[in-house]
């Protein structure tokens, strides 16, 4: 290939450079200042100069000048379009930040439960009586009161910037929402009833209204558990799904049949397309899925989603061929060019990546694995030809997904393909019933032969599900190091296949893979049943410090109220499935205020509790501490100190934990006494100490290698400044969040 040529090639698909450069543009904007924004914006100028002058050169340089024509234009839109939505969109609602202002609104859902309070959206149209524009937040409102899309709401609130909580990057998460500023009421409000605007009306109300219909029918004719399982597979609202079923799914990387998605999107075109002719399937098709889109609302993914389909339907209906990557790019532009801060949004990438994955290489994959079955009768291939295609598409979504998995979320899920086999065919025949047998639920025969076939499909996947996730080796950390090592072979593997795409190198990327896959489990189930990691959880509201090796759990205090479902979301993270020990220092909120969530999320073998007080009333029953006890796991030695000082310290525990010959002291909330209980017990030195309360922070009783300096109390930075003098490693978990230690045993 001369030159010229090549650079031809290059570019015969502009939307990949310019969907490219904006979403590279827009990322950049997000973590570097303003000025970026100007320098974009100029550099896409000067692009514009050197386009001009190489158009002159066409004959020599015709692909290049197509490609830098993309550029351009893409690094001038985002630059344009990142100062424009903050000039009039993110800086105008930033300025009423930590104001307390009166507010008109209307409320754009039913809102979701959690515990005694309720969150709904908001679209502010009043801020201290002067009209505001595309202002949206979300408020917490009283459990009692019952919410309506369209509802008016009037009062005072205070704004607020979304932080960090529990290591979640809150204001990233809202910003990709078009959520910038929190609301939170000061007094009394008041919801009444009001005339709404056409937009208001047609974008957000209607949608949940229907959502609310939808999920309501379904609750009618199955048990609210189905209904729930259903629900989430036919609108993506997955608040009301159990837990357990959750996390069950992600263990099987089956997570996003739970999301709205290029999958549903699929299905539904894939209907009219085998019931009618290419052209008929493509015209009715059109309508249903921008129908359901808006009926759903249109979230990142499913207009991702509407938007390719609608384009390959336009084409069958035209006799066009289209280009799917040009496609997806543009697509991919266009809705960041709308919400620059989608860039942070990972459902948009994770889809966005998924359907590129599927796009170049899910067709063949299929002909690949198809191979063997061609001499094969007719029947037989279409019959195999269905387990073969999950397979094929996703493998090839797995691939290009996986990284953004470990990035986002830390595990890989190994057992994905064969859940997908198992599964998702139960999953595609409930989306369809639940879609276009709504009609049947007006009748009561029809509602009861349909709610009987659902029934039978989700008691399937709620058996089958928590199965397959109970396998060994069905989920794997992502940051352990076999892993990373072997991430880093199969993409070079695959790497090499794209440049040399032939038989001997497919042999080689099979071999690999396999190699590397069983390798990687194998040392890395060695290496955690020798490994103890001891964790301190950055709850916020209280201490929570957790030893983990291999399947061995022993959780030492559980944070505040409201602090379980960080711990979930951890015990997730690691593959925790039950806890075989929990022991509770004393009764304070801030020790033991999430041991009722923790309970019901997840199965405590054993606790150990200090002494309770007449009337008081504990969630978790367990062996009650009469005096000093020692319990072990094998490579853990967990000392127990029961405080016998009187007052506001009696009855209170002190842990220190030792693996691999490493001390571990966790303070509980022993206070005027601590110095006194630890000289009493012979400790002098620890190699950890993770702080709890106020007291045992500030006195700091005891020599230690490290301090964990637990958020919810902060830092003395006097205390802090001193143990780095010292030679301490002093760690504030406010700026440091989680904190991990690893011991190996021999």
């Known amino acids: 290939m001369t030159t010229p040529e090549k650079y031809t090639a290059l570019g015969l698909r502009p939307m990949i450079w310019f969907g490219g450069t904006v979403a590279a543009a827009m990322l950049a904007f997000t973590v570097l200042p303003d000025a970026a924004k100007w320098i974009c914006a100029a550099s896409g100028l000067c692009l514009c100069a050197v386009c001009i002058y190489l158009r002159q050169k066409k004959h020599k340089y015709g692909g290049i000048t197509r490609v830098l024509t993309a550029v351009c234009i893409g690094l001038l839109a985002a630059g344009i379009a990142a100062l424009g939505f903050d000039a009039w969109f993110y800086r105008p609602t930033l300025s009423v930040a930590g104001r307390n202002v009166d507010i008109r609104a209307t409320v754009l859902d039913y809102g979701t439960a959690y515990d005694d309070r309720i969150r709904t959206r908001l679209c502010v149209e009043?801020?201290?009586?002067?009209?505001?524009?595309?202002?949206?937040t979300y408020i917490y409102l009283d459990a009692g009161e019952s919410l309506e899309p369209g509802q008016r709401f009037t009062g005072r609130v205070h704004f607020s910037v979304p932080t960090r909580w529990e290591n979640?990057?809150?204001?990233?998460?809202?910003?990709?929402?078009?959520v910038y500023v929190l609301a939170k009421p000061l007094e009394k409000y008041t919801l009444t009833e009001g005339r709404l605007t056409a937009y208001t009306f047609l974008r957000h109300v209607t949608p949940a209204r229907w959502a609310h219909w939808v999920a309501r029918r379904?609750?009618?004719?199955?048990t609210p558990e189905d209904a729930a399982i259903i629900v989430s597979l036919v609108l993506g609202d997955k608040t009301q799904l159990p837990e357990t079923y959750v996390s069950d799914m992600r263990t099987v990387g089956l997570s996003h049949v739970m999301a709205v998605s290029g999958m549903n999107v699929s299905l539904i075109a894939g209907?009219?397309?085998?019931?009618?002719?290419?052209?008929?399937?493509?015209?009715?098709?059109?309508?249903?899925?921008?129908?359901?889109?808006y009926m759903v609302g249109a979230g990142a993914s499913v207009t991702r989603a509407a938007v390719m389909q609608s384009v390959l339907l336009t084409a069958n209906l035209l006799d066009e061929r289209s280009d799917p990557i040009n496609t997806l790019f543009l697509t991919l532009g266009g809705m960041l060019l709308v919400n620059p801060y989608a860039v942070q949004d990972a459902s948009l990438w994770l889809s966005f990546s998924a359907t590129l994955g599927l796009i170049l290489y899910g067709n063949k994959l299929q002909r690949l694995l198809m191979r063997p079955f061609l001499n094969v009768s007719r029947m037989f291939r279409k019959v195999i030809g269905i387990p073969v295609s999950l397979i094929a598409t996703t493998l090839a979504a797995q691939v290009f997904i996986l990284p953004l998995m470990v990035f986002y979320f830390g595990t890989i899920s190994l057992i994905a393909p064969i859940a997908n086999v198992v599964v998702v065919w139960a999953v595609v025949l409930t989306f369809w019933l639940g879609i276009f047998?709504?009609?049947?639920t007006l009748w009561p025969w029809g509602a009861e032969v349909l709610g009987w076939v659902l029934k039978w499909l989700v008691a399937y996947q709620r058996w089958m599900v928590p199965k397959i996730a109970a396998l060994p080796f069905s989920t794997l950390r992502g940051d352990d190091p076999y892993v990373l090592i072997s991430m880093v072979t199969l993409y070079g593997h695959l790497a090499l296949l794209f440049i040399r795409r032939t038989r001997e190198a497919v042999r080689i990327l099979a071999a690999s893979c396999a190699i590397c896959l069983s390798l990687t489990a194998m040392l890395g189930y060695i290496d955690d049943e020798r490994t103890w990691h001891v964790t301190a959880l950055n709850t916020r509201g209280g201490q929570c410090a957790v030893f983990t090796c291999g399947d061995d759990c022993v959780v030492v205090n559980c944070g505040g109220i409201g602090a379980a479902e960080s711990l979930r979301d951890f015990f997730e993270h690691r593959g925790i499935r039950d806890i075989d020990l929990l022991v509770v220092t004393d009764y304070k909120k801030s020790s033991a205020g999430g041991v009722a969530e923790l309970a019901g999320n997840i199965p405590i073998a054993a606790?150990?509790?200090p002494p309770i007080r007449e009337g008081e009333m504990f969630p978790v029953s367990g062996t009650v501490i009469a005096a000093d006890t020692c319990a072990k796991l094998p490579g853990l030695k967990l000392r127990l100190m029961l405080s016998d000082a009187e007052g506001r310290d009696a009855n209170r525990l002190s842990v220190l934990a030792e693996a691999a010959g490493v001390r571990f002291l966790i303070t509980g909330s022993v206070m005027g006494e601590y110095a006194a209980l630890l000289d009493a017990h012979g400790v002098t030195y620890a190699d950890v100490v993770l702080a709890s309360d106020y007291y045992t922070t500030h006195e700091l009783p005891i020599s230690a290698a490290a301090y964990v300096l637990p958020s919810y109390v902060g830092a003395d930075f006097r205390r802090l400044r001193a143990l780095a003098n010292g030679g301490t490693l002093a760690i504030d978990q406010y700026e440091a969040g989680l904190v991990e230690f690893t011991v190996r045993t021999r």
């Open 607 to 609: 606790a150990l509790l």
């Open 126 to 136: 009043e801020v201290n009586g002067r009209g505001v524009r595309n202002f949206y």
């Open 437 to 440: 047998g709504l009609p049947f």
């Open 218 to 222: 379904y609750k009618e004719i199955c």
């Open 271 to 293: 209907v009219f397309l085998l019931l009618f002719r290419r052209k008929l399937g493509s015209a009715l098709a059109f309508p249903a899925i921008l129908l359901f889109s």
């Open 168 to 178: 979640i990057d809150r204001e990233t998460y809202y910003r990709a929402q078009r």
